[in-house]
T-cell receptor, first 108, second 115 residues
Framework: GQQVMQIPQYQHVQEGEDFTTYCNSS?????IQWYKQRPGGHPVFLIQ???SGEVKKQKRLTFQFGEAKKNSSLHITATQTTDVGTYFC????????WGAGTKLIIKP | DAGVIQSPRHEVTEMGQEVTLRCKPI?????LFWYRQTMMRGLELLIY????????DSGMPEDRFSAKMPNASFSTLKIQPSEPRDSAVYFC?????????????FGPGTRLTVL
């Protein structure tokens, strides 16, 4: 069946370091969405990417959609404590297929 | 708009009891989704509705689970009988368009504990 693999499962960073999470789909996607879930909260929509090779930025967050529309990444520059949470990708191929999420943990 | 509303926020019950979770989607949204989230299995889509009609219930774990949407502003997810392995956070989400073609707005979730 269709799958969206997301890695890594966890990433520990020092505050101020960068963070990246990657998603790979077994099939070509029509688009991909990214969500953030704060600890104890619910997923909140961040962005949707539609075009092949698309790159979008939201302040310190950079989202990319691969040329083949099968992979995507989210990069956070200079992480802050407010970035803590789990980041999910969700690939659309008729229906949304969710990645397992990457948990961003900031080392004390 | 108040967003997606779920009740109760927390539910503790004993094995074998019936549990009913409730959801009010955002007004005007045509799609409603029920998800389950656990540490072991992550975020799982259980079922979704379009215009109150169930479209895909392939994620419903077994016959103990049932979902209804009697009108555009209300949906329920029922577990009967409940088992300890049903303990999870259950989210309801709604969207204007089908999954992926419109962002999904999630409710705060119901944390279910089955003893």
């Amino acid at each position: 069946g269709q799958q969206v693999m997301q890695i890594p499962q966890y990433q520990h960073v020092q505050e101020g370091e960068d963070f990246t999470t990657y998603c790979n789909s077994s099939t070509t996607l029509s688009n991909i969405q990214w969500y953030k879930q704060r600890p104890g909260g619910h997923p909140v929509f961040l962005i949707q990417l539609v075009k092949s090779g698309e790159v979008k930025k939201q302040k310190r967050l950079t989202f990319q959609f691969g040329e083949a529309k099968k992979n995507s990444s989210l990069h956070i520059t200079a992480t802050q404590t407010t970035d803590v949470g789990t980041y999910f990708c969700a690939g659309d191929n008729y229906q949304l297929i969710w990645g397992a999420g990457t948990k961003l943990i900031i080392k004390p | 708009d108040a967003g997606v509303i779920q009740s109760p926020r927390h539910e503790v019950t004993e094995m074998g009891q019936e549990v009913t979770l409730r959801c009010k989607p955002i007004s005007g949204h045509d799609y409603l989704f029920w998800y389950r989230q656990t540490m072991m299995r992550g975020l799982e889509l259980l079922i979704y509705f379009n215009n109150n009609v169930p479209i895909d219930d392939s994620g419903m774990p077994e016959d103990r689970f049932s979902a209804k949407m009697p009108n555009a502003s209300f949906s329920t997810l029922k577990i009967q009988p409940s088992e300890p392995r049903d303990s999870a956070v259950y989210f309801c989400a709604s969207s204007e368009k089908t999954s992926g073609r419109g962002e999904q707005f999630f409710g705060p979730g119901t944390r279910l504990t089955v003893l």
